[in-house]
Each structure stands twice: as C-alpha cells, then as structure tokens.
C-alpha cells in the first residue's frame, strides 16, 4: 500500500494493520504481468517458428531443384559420353576403311605394274621376233640372190659347150649342190615362219589366259569381300575400339629402309622402334590388358610399300595381337584373311 506521500510503505507488521485487502489485486497484477509476459513470448516464439518453417521450405525446394539440377546433369553428361563413343567408333571405323582403301589401291598399283611390265615383256618379245623376222628375210633375199647366181652360172656353163667334160660335170655338180642348198634355206625358212606363226599364236594364248586369269581373281576377290562382309553382320559384331586398349602402329619406307613408329592410348607423340621391339611392347600390353588390344595399322600418303609388304605386315599385327582377331569363331577365318583385303571395321 502506498501512503499519502506516494511512496510504499515498508515498515514491518503494516500487513497486520491493513488486513487482507491488499493480497488480492496484487496476485492479480503479478498474474496479469505473467499472463502478459507469456503471450508475448508465445507471439515471439510463434513469429520466430513461422520464418522457421519458411526457410525450412525454401531450403526443401532449393534441394529440390539442385536435385533435379543435378539429375539432368548426370542425364546430359550420359548423353554426351555417349555421343562421345558414337563420334570415336564412327573415327575409328573410318580411319580403318581409309587404310583398307590404301590396301586396295596399292594393291591395284602392283596390279598395274604387273600388267605393265607383261605388256613390256611382250613388246620386247615382239621386237624379237620382228628382228628374227628381218633376218630371215634377210637371209631369203640373199638365198634368192645365190639362186640367181646359180642360175647364172648354170646358165653360163651351158653356154661353154667347149669346155671340157670335166669342167662341165663339176659345173653340174655345183649347179645340183646349189639347189640343194637353196632347197634346205628354202625349207629353213619355211620352219622359221611357222615357228614364228607359233611363237605367235601362243604369245596370244598366253596373254589371253593371264587377262582370265586376272578377271576370275578379280571377280574371286569380289565376291570374298561380299561374302565375308555380310558373314561379319551376321555373325561376329563390327570391329570397334570401345572398351578396348588402343595401339596405333605407323608403317612406312623412307630411303630403301623401312620405318615402324608406335604410340600408345592415342597420346603422345609416335616412337620410333624397330620390329622386335615392337613384338615385346605388343606381348607385354596384350598380357596387361584383360580386354584385349585394338590395334590400328596407319599407312602414310606415299608410303613407298607395296601392296604385298603393307598387307602382310597388317595382317601380321592383326592376327597376333588384335583383339577382333584373337576372338575368330572360325579357324579357316585366320587362314583366309591374309589373302584378300576385306572391308570390315
């Protein structure tokens, strides 16, 4: 209780004096303070709880969107590695097509030069002949003449009716000595153009046998390559690089001498090597890697080979050491496949 002063009055033992009267409305006011003081804690707290929840909401969708983000992500990454080993096989295949046409065409040089040097060979052979021919007209022209001399002397002896018996018997010998000769030059020449005529004839045969010869090789090799072209699609899977160890081998001839590079993964720069070192380092991959090795044999521009020597040193590789080969269903596969170049991956 306050007094009159407004002042609150402290002494001891007032309670007693002013009763009971005052207990009340100060419960009630120190009540109402609590009550009060609760409310605005409640307000405090609930305010504080509802930017809780929204923040834990914004942070809910945040994760939800780097999610979503990151799922797309991981889709599109997916997909471009993919097309990343669609692009490499489509190289890799092109790159093998492009050396087998190298094959091919070196192959049809070789051909070439064959047939050229068939064709020089047969010129020289012709030039012979013409040549043994000359002569032996040659030798007719002068056969004639000696059988017009004959004559003449014949003629000359018969004009010298004086002469005496012997000179004339000798004259007739000689005269019959003559033509015989003539008669054997006669005959000489005869089988000289009849062994030319044959000569000839068989030189035809010759070249005409070789021209069918060549075309049913060709039309052989042809129909090899369709053949094993469609066996390889239906049976055996293309010939790829993916999930393979990649070797890339340089062959070439530079100077008369021949050079191998190698170099390993497609990285780095290519190494010089020759043939032995090349077979370790090709054995010793080929055991260190358990999916085997893809070998890819890369001829030059203007390699100086030939088709024989690049096409044997290829298959060489290929059947040792590649992996494609390695994994032949068909014994009679490896032994075919070092004859005819075929078009596969």
Not at 160 to 168: A, D, I, K, V, Y
Not at 233 to 238: D, N, S
Not at 245 to 267: C, M, N, P, S, T
Request: proline share 2%.
């Amino acid at each position: 209780m306050k007094d009159s002063g407004g002042f609150i009055d402290l002494r001891l033992n007032r309670q007693d004096a002013q009763g009971n009267e005052s207990f009340w409305p100060s419960f009630t006011d120190v009540m109402t303070v609590i009550m009060m003081i609760f409310l605005i804690s409640m307000v405090v707290v609930l305010l504080r709880n509802m930017e809780l929840v929204k923040e834990i909401r914004a942070t809910v969708e945040a994760e939800r969107q780097a999610m979503e983000l990151a799922r797309s992500t991981g889709e599109e990454k997916e997909s471009l590695a993919s097309q990343l080993d669609t692009a490499l096989e489509q190289l890799n295949a092109a790159d093998s097509r492009i050396n087998e046409l190298q094959l091919q065409v070196m192959r049809l040089q070789e051909q070439n030069s064959i047939r050229a040097k068939a064709i020089a060979d047969r010129d020289t052979r012709l030039e012979l002949l013409l040549e043994e021919r000359n002569e032996l007209a040659q030798q007719a022209a002068q056969l004639a003449l000696d059988k017009q001399a004959a004559a003449d002397a014949a003629t000359a002896a018969k004009k010298q009716e004086t002469l005496s018996r012997r000179e004339l018997a000798d004259l007739q010998q000689k005269y019959v000595s003559m033509k015989e000769q003539l008669a054997r030059q006669n005959l000489q020449i005869a089988m000289l153009k009849a062994k030319l005529e044959n000569q000839d004839q068989e030189l035809a045969r010759s070249l005409e046998q070789r021209q069918n010869v060549e075309e049913k090789y060709l039309v052989l090799a042809d129909e090899y390559d369709s053949l094993k072209v469609r066996y390889d699609k239906l049976v055996r899977p293309a010939r790829s690089a993916k999930g393979r160890h990649l070797v890339e081998v340089r062959y070439f001839k530079k100077g008369g001498k021949r050079h191998i590079e190698w170099r390993d993964a497609g990285q780095g720069e290519f190494k010089a090597v020759s043939r032995s070192q090349l077979d370790r380092i090709l054995s010793n991959l080929k055991q260190q890697q358990p999916d085997g090795l893809y070998v890819k044999v890369i001829l030059p521009k203007n390699n100086g080979l030939s088709y024989s020597e690049a096409w044997k040193f290829t298959n060489y590789l290929h059947k040792k050491y590649d992996y494609y080969f390695q994994e032949s269903p068909n014994p009679d596969e490896e032994a075919t496949a070092g004859k005819t170049p075929t078009p596969s991956n």
